[in-house]
């Protein structure tokens, strides 16, 4: 079996997770899951990369295939995780999911050894701030977001670590030690 890592990010919307895992990326032999959305492309979000964008009937199509390592709903979208894809990525290196709450416990029963990170916001005014100054969207669907995060919040005590993202570099740095230190007690 490979000694490689399914790392799973999660946290509320506007938390900083991209930038979060765009700097891991940058720093260690890390591949990232793309995942699979029936949403429409936000402005600069590329097929592919971003999400592989996909019909509603793709979508039922995949879940009916059991191609999704596990998938829910938000916001009257579906975002799943492509399994093959993982799975070809996890021959070769740690992989990073980064999907809500529900999908990281989903991910946990199938994939016991996954390790489960939480990125909490430091302050839930500054969580609102942080939706407010992206202005991708309006304040409906903002509120909306911040309504689940209460929901994801809740969940955060199952996950194995909680790391707050008040300073991006000491944050990534946190998680890049929680990855060293689970690999080390699992080689041990
Ligand atoms: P957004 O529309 O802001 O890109 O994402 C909305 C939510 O969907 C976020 O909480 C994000 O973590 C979650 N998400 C993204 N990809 C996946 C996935 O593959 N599976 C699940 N369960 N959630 C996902």
Do not use: C, Q, W
């Not at 591949?31 to 097929?47: D, I």
């Not at 990369?49 to 938000?74: D, P, Q, T, V, W």
């Not at 709450?101 to 990170?117: F, Q, Y």
């Amino acid at each position: 079996m490979s000694n490689n890592f399914l790392i799973v990010l999660s946290g509320p919307s506007g938390v900083g997770k991209g930038t979060i895992v765009t700097r891991l990326l940058a720093r260690g032999n890390y591949a990232l899951s793309v995942s699979a959305t029936t949403r429409p492309p936000r402005k600069g979000e590329e097929n592919g990369k971003s999400y592989f964008f996909l019909s509603r009937e793709e979508f039922a199509k995949g879940i009916k295939e059991g191609g999704f390592l596990e998938y829910s709903e938000h916001f009257g979208n579906f975002y799943g995780t492509p399994k093959k894809f993982v799975d070809e990525k996890l021959k070769k290196s740690d992989v990073i999911l980064e999907i809500d709450v529900d999908g990281a416990l989903a991910v946990r029963k199938s994939h016991p050894a996954a390790l489960l990170i939480f990125i909490l916001p430091p302050s839930r005014e500054e969580l609102r701030n942080r939706l407010l100054s992206r202005g991708s969207e309006d304040v409906k669907k903002i509120e909306e977001r911040l309504e689940r995060t209460e929901y994801e919040l809740s969940k955060s005590g199952e996950y194995d670590y909680r790391i707050v993202n008040d300073e991006l570099e000491r944050a990534v740095e946190e998680i890049e030690s929680a990855i060293a230190l689970e690999k080390r007690r699992k080689n041990d």
